[in-house]
């Protein structure tokens, strides 16, 4: 095992109410077993509930805790979760005339607040951290029962920084070393198990920052030696930056039972600055490698730091000169708001550095082998920075040869950018976000890590072009660029246009019996791009969605919106193919509807048609009208065939007279329609940018026909929009997926009207779109979490080159819904192993005692099932104790298939992507009367029940109460530290001990220069 090394003595005086002689072993080692917050359970044999009770374990943020009972009856102890399901921690104390006494305390097996309480918000997840807790007083042989004492329980200790801690290590508590850091930079942390095979420990650990934020630490766990037995173990590195002096909470899960003593030691780095355009040395081994006989390294780890600002970029070249054996662990730390960044293990090569705030930045070399001998070159430079004016229609940037450039723009609101990026030979440069290519670095985003990765939400290709669509919030951007060929000088060429917010609001429309579609709509007018017609400007716009609502987004367009657009035009080109030589002829007007040559019958002679917008119908004039043929019904491209579309009406008599053909529209071939041809009408025009069609000559004319003027009529208006939906969440700089039980509403594709009055209703063309949770599933409401969003509306893929306008509202059925309240007073009568019966009058126990239902209510179903959906909802507005478990009797009427129940409650967000669970299922397919039982964290919840059933009428009678439920917190106990004029002498702690014990505290007095001295905290 590794030799212990002390470094600073350090003397403990302690001062305490009670039990001096007890603590003063525990505490002058800085450990302190600390049980908080006890809790009684008085267990009554007489209660008509029985001898039972109810808790909940409530942990702190970022803590860990173990839970043990005592007492001195048979027991039986449950953990439970929220919805009454065994976790698998159930104790039993069953010894029927035994001395119980030797049975407790007894753990309960399981740390409370496990790795999902670790969050960066001092948030709990409810779900899995809260523990709910039933106790009895199982096969109790006493009349009057004692009390039984939970309690949480973990082992505490204090480290300072430069000093060192040995502690015996008990598998059953977790353990809490608080770390005492008095300087900013990197740690290196050096522990040992002290056991036979330290190799063999197995464990999880958790560092918060002073400020509650979890660290990425980099812990290395094979330090071996090659002269102290080859191979072995020794230590293990524990290595973090800190960006904050005070006590940093390290947190120990421990499960090897082999016993042991955790041994650390707070070891100091070398540091030394790193600047830019200089050749420094990393390594234990100086200029030309000469190794003496009998000499070794050691174990050590140097530092290098780097100054720069927010938003700076540095580029660093680090080669190996030579390494004996294993090479160094190599980390690099950057500054970060919320900390630092940790790059962990990086090899030789070049590396970018990126301060997303002002700070310092790190570059650590650690040896891992006793022994080893190495010398590394590190090479540093800063990163060019250039301005770009975004909205530019086009910049450029010469990128020699393996340099790299900066690209900063700023953006003073939120907004929707298309960008478009030409990169020439032969390096090819190209633009990147660490390694993300087409993607920008958002500079004040609120994320943890101090940035985010903005990438594009929509690429397309128009005529060989590529546009990159991005939604950008307002702030600073950027982005490197560098050659994709190092070797060689590029240009790299981007241009962006920018579309601002919209000042309306989509209106919400509050939707009742019998009314299901809206009648408030916001009409968007999306204006062509100025250089590619297919393509609108996209709009961004509001949607303020009420707290509790099940809501849909409805898309209409309309003709009488679009009245500006062109009824008629002329086709953009005309082909004939002949079908003697299978060539494709063409002349301007009059034109010839087929082959003229008057050598073989024109039957399959082909007249083809072309134009940007697809059309209904056509008006032929001919200067000869044909005689004696006959034409087939038209064939359109439908991709990749073509499609016959019948004719509702010819006018032209087959071209033999001036008239109308109209189409029939509702042909699905019509519908298929689409650009393209699978034929090369023309090496001169490019056949995909046309709607197409052929008209066959079916029947010989005696008298060709002659086409004076083709018009097109009733041409539509045809094209897609694509939606992102954005919600503020508090974490990233916006949540594309919005907080739960929102979800992207669908894209409307092929939207489409048209000009012909007697098209069958194509004047509009309405679309709905859920934006609430699981559209394959339910229930369809969005819980507590209402708010403005944001809706992104990109069209794109538009056959029509103008403007085109859209209607736009919000349907919330919310009100279909039958809506009740329920304050919740009482306790239980029964518990709910003892409900048996239940009727119209009330629900009974074993005796047969009857139960009166506190509610009583009903609903026409027909009237409240949405539009949408088959079922109806009656939601019931409760409001009791938080953190109370809680019981629901349901006896229902009127339900002949099943019904769902869910748990609706506002709960705190755990993470960036926003609130967890607030819509819980807690049955399904639910076809009785029955009784549940849950566990509530809030003092406001909706039970939702959505309900199948071909019955008029459905009725519920229901029965709410509460248990005594009694809460445990958790302990969160902190060192304290408050540098004093000489932050290396002084050290004060106070540790809150049980009120049975009293209040320690402790100072520390440390020895330096042959003086002591001493610092006692204040009360």
């Known amino acids: 095992m590794k030799t212990k090394i002390t470094r600073r003595k350090i003397f403990v005086i302690l001062a305490i109410s009670l039990f001096f002689l007890f603590n003063v072993a525990m505490l002058s080692n800085g450990l302190a077993r600390t049980i908080q917050e006890d809790v009684i359970f008085n267990l009554d044999k007489e209660d008509p509930l029985g001898p039972e009770g109810y808790g909940v374990i409530i942990p702190s943020p970022n803590t860990l805790g173990a839970v043990t009972i005592d007492g001195s009856n048979q027991g039986k102890f449950t ?50 951290d809260i523990g709910w807790l039933n106790i009895s007083a199982y096969n109790a042989e006493a009349e009057t029962l ?38 900013r930079g990197p740690k290196t942390l050096q522990f040992d198990w002290l056991m036979l095979n330290p190799a063999a420990a ?141 790059y962990m293990s990086v090899g030789t090569g070049t590396h970018e550095i990126y301060f997303p705030t002002s700070g310092v930045a790190y570059i650590t070399f650690s040896d891992m082998i006793f022994g080893d001998w190495y010398r590394y070159s590190l090479f540093l430079e800063k990163f060019e920075t250039v301005q770009y004016n975004i909205g530019d229609p086009l910049t450029e940037f010469l990128i020699s040869d393996d340099e790299s450039k900066v690209i900063q723009f700023s953006l003073p609101t939120d907004a929707i950018v298309r960008f478009n990026y030409t990169s020439l030979p032969p390096g090819n440069p190209q633009v990147y976000a660490f390694g993300t290519p087409r993607a920008f670095i958002f500079r004040d985003s609120k994320e943890l890590v101090c940035y985010d990765i903005n990438s594009n939400i929509l690429t397309r290709t128009v005529d060989s072009t590529d546009f990159y669509w991005h939604y950008m919030p307002a702030g600073v951007y950027r982005a490197v660029i560098r050659n994709t060929n190092p070797t060689a000088n590029g240009i790299f060429q981007i241009s962006s246009t920018v579309s601002d917010w919209s000042d309306d609001t989509i209106p919400i429309n509050a939707l009742t019996y019998p009314y299901d579609n809206p009648s408030e709509f916001v009409t968007i007018e999306f204006e062509p791009d100025s250089a590619f017609d ?77 134009a940007p917008t697809r059309w209904t119908g056509m008006t032929f004039n001919f200067s000869v009208p044909g005689v004696g043929g006959s034409i087939a019904n038209p064939l359109v491209y439908t991709d990749p065939a073509w499609g016959t579309v019948p004719l509702d009406n010819d006018g032209s008599s087959g071209f033999t007279a001036d008239g109308i053909i109209e189409l029939d529209i509702s042909d699905s071939d019509f519908d298929d329609w689409t650009k393209g041809a699978d034929d090369d009408l023309d090496p001169n025009i490019d056949e995909s940018d046309y709607y197409w069609m052929a008209i066959r000559c079916s029947g010989d004319y005696s008298t060709v026909p002659i086409i004076q003027q083709l018009t097109l009529l009733n041409n539509t208006i045809r094209g897609d929009l694509l939606f992102l939906l954005i919600g503020e969440s508090g974490y990233e700089y916006d949540d594309y997926w919005g907080p739960a039980g929102i979800i992207q509403p669908s894209h409307p594709s092929n939207l489409e009207v048209s000009f012909d009055d007697d098209d069958g ?30 809706l992104l509306i990109i069209p794109e893929q538009w056959d029509y080159p103008g403007s085109v306008s859209v209607q736009f509202a919000v349907e919330n059925f919310w009100d279909y819904t039958h809506l009740g309240t329920y304050d919740i007073q009482n306790i239980p009568n029964l518990h709910i192993t003892d409900i048996t019966n239940y009727t119209d009058a009330g629900y009974s126990n074993l005796t047969g005692t009857i139960y009166d239902y506190d509610l009583t209510t009903e609903y026409n179903h027909t009237e409240i099932e949405p539009a949408y959906g088959g079922e109806s909802y009656f939601a019931l507005e409760c409001t009791g104790d938080p953190y109370q478990w809680t019981q629901l009797v349901v006896y229902v009427e009127g339900v002949t298939a099943d019904y769902e129940l869910y748990l609706i409650q506002d709960l705190p967000w755990i993470n960036e992507n926003g609130p967890n669970s607030e819509i819980t299922t807690i049955d399904s397919t639910i076809n009785s009367n029955r009784t549940f039982e849950f566990g509530v964290f809030s003092d406001h919840f909706t039970l939702l029940f959505e309900v199948i059933t071909v019955a008029e009428m459905v009725s519920f009678k229901i029965a709410l109460s509460q248990y005594d439920t009694l809460a445990l917190i958790t302990s969160d106990l902190r060192a304290s530290y408050t540098p004093p004029l000489d ?17 320690v505290i402790i100072v520390y007095i440390l020895k330096r220069k042959g003086k002591i001295l001493t610092k006692r905290p204040g009360p």
Not at 90 to 101: A, F, H, K, T
Not at 765 to 774: A, G, K, V
Not at 776 to 785: L, V, Y
């Open 983 to 999: 932050p290396g002498l002084v050290l004060a702690l106070a540790i809150v001990i049980p009120s049975v014990v009293g209040v």
């Open 202 to 342: 197995s464990y999880n650990y958790y560092l918060i920052s002073p400020s509650g934020k979890v660290l990425n630490p980099h812990t290395y766990f094979i330090p071996i030696s090659h002269t102290l037995n080859p191979g072995t173990e020794l230590f293990n590195t524990f290595k973090f930056t800190a960006r904050e002096t005070g006590a940093y909470r390290l947190i120990f899960e421990i499960f090897h039972t082999a016993p042991s003593s955790l041994y650390f030691e707070f070891l100091t780095p070398q540091i030394s600055s790193l600047p830019v355009n200089t050749a420094k040395f990393a390594g234990n081994s100086e200029g030309v490698l000469s190794i003496e006989a009998g000499s070794y390294a050691d174990w050590q780890t140097t530092c290098f730091k780097i100054s720069g600002s927010k938003g700076d970029f540095f580029e660093v070249d680090i080669f190996e000169d030579y390494a004996t054996g294993f090479t160094p662990l190599i980390d690099i730390w950057t500054p970060c708001g919320n900390g630092y960044l940790l």
């Open 761 to 790: 209703g194509h004047d509009i063309d309405t679309r709905e779109s859920f934006i609430i949770d699981n559209p394959s599933a339910d229930p369809w409401t969005i819980g507590p979490e209402g708010g403005t969003y944001k």
């Open 146 to 183: 004692s009390p039984f004492t939970v309690n949480t329980v973990f082992d505490y200790f204090v480290m300072e920084e430069g000093g060192s801690l040995t502690a015996p290590v008990n598998h059953e508590h977790p353990m809490q070393i608080d770390v005492i850091v008095k300087s």
């Open 534 to 610: 297919s393509l609108k400007n996209p709009v961004g716009i509001d949607i303020d969605i009420p707290d509790m609502s099940q809501v849909r987004l409805n898309t209409t367009m309309r003709v009488i919106d679009n009245d500006g657009a062109a009824a008629s035009s002329f086709p953009s080109h005309l082909y004939t193919l002949n079908d003697t030589d299978l060539v494709y002829y063409t002349s301007g007007y009059p034109y010839p509807a087929f082959s003229t040559d008057g050598m073989d019958s024109e039957v399959n002679d082909y007249l083809y048609i072309g």
């Open 79 to 128: 953990i439970m979760d929220w919805d009454g399901s065994p976790t698998g921690f159930e104790e039993l104390v069953n010894n029927p005339g035994e001395d119980i006494s030797i049975h407790y305390p007894m753990p309960l097996d399981d740390y409370i607040t496990g790795t999902g309480s670790f969050t960066n918000n001092d948030e709990i997840d409810p779900w899995s």
